[in-house]
């Protein structure tokens, strides 16, 4: 099946600096999902980006499908964007996580 | 416009009791998918229902079932808990099409003592 990486794994930023976070996946899919985990467990779509580019507020997302990967951008961090990062893909009708990056922004 | 539901939001059990989680989806979307996270992982995928009918599997024992009801809610069925079920339970609604985005509730977290 498919197989979904993530990197880095841990990340730590001073507030108000710029991160790029990388996904790559196996296959080819039709549907690229970013995912921000908030402290509390929650699971907020941020991104659902199959291909190209798609930016809301600070961040920003780019699926370049050809090549299989998918790159979030965070810019002008704030600690409120602490948590897991997860990017995932469909394989079937089942949808594969990969194993995030934790972010920490320090005040 | 309501977004996926989960209850309860906290649940404790002792280990070989039975769990019955909940999950309504957001409206307009027929489709639920059951995950596991455990702490410090990413959601694992346990199954999908749609039309009433488990449609995927994941790699979950048959311990863990499900069901899904006409009005497109879900039930999550657990029986002869282990500690190492102890976990963040996520519900996921979408449409019907593979590939379709996932809308997450806010989960069950589930402590096996």
């Known amino acids: 099946g498919i197989q979904v990486e993530q990197s880095p794994p841990d990340l730590i930023l001073q507030e108000g600096a710029n991160s790029t976070l990388r996904c790559n996946f196996s296959?080819?899919?039709?549907?690229l999902q970013w995912f921000h985990q908030n402290p509390w467990g929650q699971l907020i779509n941020l991104f659902y980006?199959?291909?190209g580019t798609k930016q809301n507020g600070r961040l920003s997302a780019t699926t370049v499908a050809t090549e299989r990967y998918s790159l979030l951008y965070i810019s002008s961090s704030q600690t409120t964007d602490s948590g897991v990062y997860f990017c995932a893909a469909p394989g079937g009708f089942k949808t594969i996580f990969g194993a995030g990056t934790r972010l920490f922004v320090k005040a | 416009d309501a977004g996926v539901t989960q209850s309860p939001t906290h649940l404790i059990k002792t280990r070989g009791q039975q769990v019955t989680l909940r999950c309504s989806p957001k409206?307009?979307?027929?489709?639920v998918s059951w995950y596991q996270q455990a702490l410090g992982q990413g959601p694992q995928f346990i199954f999908q229902?749609?039309?009433?009918?488990?449609?995927q599997r994941g790699n979950f024992p048959d311990r863990f079932s499900g069901h899904q009801f006409p009005n497109y809610s879900s039930e999550l069925n657990v029986n002869a808990l282990l500690l190492g079920d102890s976990a963040l339970y996520l519900c996921?609604?979408?449409?019907?099409?593979?590939?379709?985005?996932?809308?997450f509730g806010n989960g069950t977290r589930l402590t096996v003592t």
């Open positions: 296959d080819s899919v039709n549907n």
């Open positions: 996921a609604s979408s449409q019907g099409q593979a590939g379709s985005p996932l809308h």
């Open positions: 980006i199959p291909s």
């Open positions: 409206s307009g979307h027929d489709t």
């Open positions: 229902y749609y039309e009433e009918e488990e449609r």
